[in-house]
């Protein structure tokens, strides 16, 4: 069995010869290979610290330890859904490359069969670590360990501290007060967690390795589901379905919502016919939803010719036909939107539906066919 040590690192790259010290302090098997996870923009505080000024070497040395592998490749620097390396990961959509690249890269050393992992979260940012733990907790095997790993006070966050020297090694600490390396103390905390892999469905282990972090949990979240409920908020613009949140613009929820109407109408479904392009009845119908949310004017004005005043006095001359692209178009963007976050066994139980037959074409809302429950906030 090959010990591996994987951890997620920040500003601190310390963490990782703190970890490595403390494995060795605590008798633990000593990895043979590490793997670290982090941002662009902190790279360069990580190799620096462990590689031009020698650290990671002087560890080894120091303690006499087994050669430890850590080659360029093996820092893996998160990625966004392009593949590039995203420099920091303080957005939220940043927040959302981070779960997505931290599990697949988890789930690619657990198909390891010949590797035990020691994670370590004490590295990175809050996220990051609660990232990690979670895709341990999915993914994890009994030979797999988690943990965190702490210096007593007068050490913490000293930028040139990287671990405790079997010798006298005085530097700066906090508040320009001088410490001596060698009076360090280092605790490494075992973390116990749940190990869920042996009671997830197989294929969802599998579609690991290409769905997102929001929709392994969503799958996670329905599966013991009888009854599900989507949460429509017009106000928020958004749909939430098994937990997942699905953001809207203001002219796709009011899209949702008008189609929802006629989805749950004696006909459960919008005909789009020939005739459809000759009434100004679709016009008024959807505007009126929009209008209470938004007054977009490039929707009023560009799409239906209307001022949004003009609309809500009731002078609609003025006023255009909805035009089937319209229909076609918006109803495409929903679809990709909710098909981005959620797996496709509950994607199509919300997306919106159609039908073409001859010269016409009918479109609903899914969730209503699935008979799932659907509240709407205003």
Not at 72 to 77: F, V
Not at 85 to 93: F, G, H, P, R, T
Not at 223 to 240: F, G, I, S, Y
Request: with cysteine.
């Amino acid at each position: 069995m090959k010990y591996v040590l994987l951890i997620v690192t920040g500003a601190s790259p310390q963490v990782l010869t703190e970890t490595l010290f403390a494995l060795y302090q605590q008798g633990k098997p000593m990895p043979k290979e590490v793997f670290v996870i982090t941002t662009k923009s902190t790279k360069a505080m990580l190799t620096d610290g462990l590689f031009e000024q020698g650290h990671l070497a002087k560890l080894i040395a120091d303690y006499k330890l087994p050669n430890i592998e850590l080659p360029d490749e093996n820092i893996w620097l998160i990625e966004d859904d392009k593949g590039q390396a995203i420099n920091d990961a303080k957005s939220e959509i940043e927040q959302t490359y981070m779960a997505d690249f931290i599990t697949r890269k988890v789930f690619e050393l657990t198909n390891k069969n010949d590797i035990s992992i020691h994670a370590s979260i004490a590295g990175g940012r809050k996220t990051m670590a609660f990232y990690l733990g979670y895709a341990m907790s999915l993914l994890g095997r009994e030979q797999d360990s988690l943990s965190h790993v702490f210096v007593n006070d007068e050490f913490e966050f000293v930028k040139d501290f990287y671990y405790p020297t079997p010798y006298s090694q005085v530097i700066k600490g906090k508040n320009g007060k001088q410490v001596d390396c060698i009076n360090a103390k280092v605790t490494l905390a075992e973390i116990p967690f749940v190990r869920m892999r042996q009671s997830i469905d197989e294929t969802l282990i599998a579609n690991m390795q290409s769905a997102s972090f929001s929709q392994t949990v969503a799958s996670l979240n329905s599966a013991h589901k009888k009854d599900l409920t989507l949460e429509v908020n017009a106000k928020a613009k958004t749909l939430t379905f098994a937990g997942i949140e699905i953001k809207l613009t203001a002219k796709e929820t009011a899209f949702y919502l008008w189609l929802n109407q006629y989805s749950q109408s004696e006909n459960k479904q919008l005909v789009v016919s020939r005739d459809f392009e000759k009434s100004l009845r679709y016009s008024k119908e959807y505007l009126m939803l929009l209008q209470q949310n938004s007054s977009d004017l490039r929707i009023f004005r560009d799409t239906f010719g209307i001022e949004p005043e003009d609309f809500r006095d009731g002078l609609h001359s003025n006023l255009k036909v909805m035009e089937k692209t319209f229909v076609q178009q918006t109803r495409s963007r929903i679809n990709n939107k909710i098909n981005k976050v959620l797996p496709n066994e509950l994607a199509k139980k919300i997306a919106i539906d159609s039908n073409n037959q001859s010269f016409e074409t009918s479109y609903w809302i899914s969730a209503v066919t699935h008979n799932i429950k659907i509240n709407i906030t205003a």
